[in-house]
C-alpha cells in the first residue's frame, strides 16, 4: 500500500527546489503542492483514493480529477504519484457505475447528504449530491487521457474502464433527448439556483444534438439546458478515447464516433453565435429553442477553459473572440477592483473573481508574461492564509469564500507547474 507520508514528504522536497518568479507565488507553491496527499486523500483497502474536495467532506468526480491532475507531471520523479492517480480514476469508476448522474459521493454509505433532495430514484447513501453534470462524467475520462498521453505503455484501460464509458455513452445519448428521459431533481431548502425548475425537470429545451446537463460545474442550476462548455469538453475527451477503444468494442467506438459528431454539430449550429463585440463567437447556453445565454462562469469546464481542455486552441479565431467578450465587463461576471480583476461567478457574491479563472487564464495563455502576471495575482490575494480561496473580493483579499477548497490550490499549482517546465524557468 502507497504510503502517503512519504509521498507529500516527497512533494515537500520537489517544491522546496523550485524558484517561481516572486518569493510570495514560491512560497505558497512550496505551501499547497502537497495540499491534496497531505490533507484531502484517503488510501481505501482495495487499492483505491478517496479524495475530498476540502472543507466540504464529499468526493465530486470534477474536483477530483482536477485535483489529481497537476501531479502527472512529476510522476516520472515521484512514482507514487502515477498510483494514487489510477486509484482515484478507479475511485471514480466505481461511483459512476453506482450512480451516474450523481456528481459528489461520500467515502463509505453514510447517507450523509449536502441536503434532503428528491430525484427520479431514491438517493443512495454512497451520495452526497445527485445534480446532474455532463463535466462529472467526463472528468474521469480526461483523468484518464492525461495518464495514458503521460505514459502511453501503461495498460490501465482496463474492462471495467469500457464497461464504464459505456454506461457514460448510454447517459449521454438519453441525455440528447432529455424530454424522455426520466432524471428530474428537486431541492426545498436554499436558493433557487440549487435546484431545477419545471418540477425538477428543467427549463424546455429542444434537442439541438448536443447533451442536456442540469447544473453547471459551479453546481449552480443551467438557465439553458444545453452548457457549451460542458458539451466542448465531452467532445474532447471523446475524441482523444476513440482510438483507444478496442477492437472487440465496435458498437462502443460505433457509438463514440456518433455522439462526437452529433455533439459537435450541436455546438457548431447553436453554440455559435454573434458576441456584444460583434464577432463570432461561443455563447455559455443555449436551449435549442433560440435562446442564448452569453456568459463565462469561473469553474471548469469553462469558455476560457477550452485550449486546456483540448477543445480548441488559443490561436482558433472563434475561441480568441470569445476570450476577448468574457475577459471584459461584457461578460455580467467579469469584476475588476483595486487590488483584482477576472472572471467570478454567480455562485459567490458580486465582486468576487476565482483563483481558479485566473491560474486557467494563465494556462490558456501563449504569453510567459501573462502567466507570471496571473500566478502572482492569485499569491498576492491568498490573505496570507496559504491557501487559494473559491472566491475573493477585488477590492480586499480579507474578504473570501471557502477556507480550504483543495481544487483552487491545485490549479495554481498546474499553472506554477507549466511555468517551471517552460525552457526560461
Not at 445519448?173 to 426545498?188: A, K, L, M, T
Not at 471584459?328 to 472572471?343: A, C, D, K, M, T
Not at 479563472?357 to 495563455?365: I, N, P, Q, V, W
Amino acid at each position: 500500500m502507497i504510503n502517503l507520508k512519504t509521498v507529500e514528504k516527497k512533494l515537500d522536497d520537489y517544491a522546496a527546489q523550485q524558484t517561481l518568479p516572486s518569493k510570495r507565488a514560491t512560497q505558497l507553491f512550496r505551501h499547497v503542492l502537497n495540499d491534496v496527499i497531505a490533507k484531502a486523500t484517503t488510501a481505501n483497502l482495495d487499492g483505491t483514493f478517496f479524495v475530498a474536495t476540502g472543507d466540504i467532506p464529499a468526493m465530486w468526480l470534477r474536483d477530483a480529477t482536477f485535483q489529481i491532475l497537476p501531479y502527472l507531471s512529476l510522476a516520472d520523479e515521484i512514482p507514487e504519484l502515477r498510483t494514487i492517480a489510477k486509484g482515484v480514476l478507479r475511485q471514480e469508476l466505481i461511483y459512476v457505475q453506482h450512480d451516474p448522474y450523481a456528481n459528489a459521493f461520500n467515502q463509505t454509505a453514510s447517507d450523509a447528504h449536502w441536503a434532503e433532495d428528491e430525484s427520479n430514484i431514491p438517493i443512495s447513501p454512497f451520495v452526497w449530491e445527485r445534480k446532474f453534470e455532463v463535466d462529472s462524467l467526463c472528468a474521469p475520462l480526461f483523468l484518464a487521457t492525461a495518464m495514458h498521453q503521460q505514459d502511453p505503455t501503461d495498460d490501465f484501460l482496463d474492462d471495467e474502464f469500457w464497461s464504464t464509458l459505456a454506461v457514460i455513452i448510454g447517459v449521454f445519448q438519453q441525455e440528447q433527448h432529455h424530454g424522455d428521459s426520466p432524471y428530474f431533481f428537486n431541492r426545498s431548502t436554499g436558493p433557487a439556483s440549487d435546484t431545477l425548475k419545471n418540477h425538477g425537470r428543467g427549463t424546455e429545451v429542444g434537442d439541438p444534438g448536443m447533451i442536456w446537463s442540469g447544473f453547471r460545474p459551479s453546481d449552480d442550476a443551467c438557465q439553458y439546458g444545453y452548457l457549451v462548455p460542458s458539451n466542448m469538453f465531452a467532445v474532447s475527451v471523446l475524441r482523444d478515447l476513440l482510438p483507444l477503444i478496442p477492437d472487440n468494442q465496435q458498437i462502443l467506438s460505433q457509438d463514440t464516433a456518433k455522439l462526437i459528431e452529433e455533439v459537435t454539430a450541436g455546438i457548431q449550429e447553436y453554440g455559435v453565435v454573434t458576441l456584444p463585440t460583434g464577432k463570432k463567437g461561443y455563447a455559455y447556453e443555449v436551449d435549442g429553442l433560440g435562446h442564448v445565454n452569453l456568459m463565462d462562469d469561473a469553474n471548469v469546464p469553462s469558455l476560457l477553459s477550452q485550449p486546456f481542455l483540448g477543445y480548441t486552441t488559443s490561436a482558433d479565431p472563434l475561441y480568441q473572440n470569445t476570450r476577448a467578450f468574457i475577459l471584459s465587463v461584457q461578460n455580467p461576471y467579469y469584476y475588476s477592483g483595486r487590488i483584482l480583476e477576472g472572471i467570478g461567478s454567480a455562485h459567490t457574491p458580486k465582486n468576487y473573481v476565482w483563483p481558479i479563472s485566473l491560474a486557467m487564464e494563465g494556462l490558456t495563455s501563449t504569453d510567459p508574461l501573462v502567466q507570471a502576471a496571473r500566478l502572482e495575482a492569485i499569491a498576492l490575494t491568498d490573505n496570507r492564509t496559504q491557501q487559494c480561496h473559491e472566491g475573493v473580493n477585488v477590492d480586499d483579499p480579507r474578504q473570501f469564500t471557502r477556507e480550504w477548497f483543495s481544487w483552487s490550490n491545485m490549479t495554481f499549482c498546474q499553472l506554477a507547474l507549466k511555468l517551471l517546465s517552460a525552457p526560461s524557468a
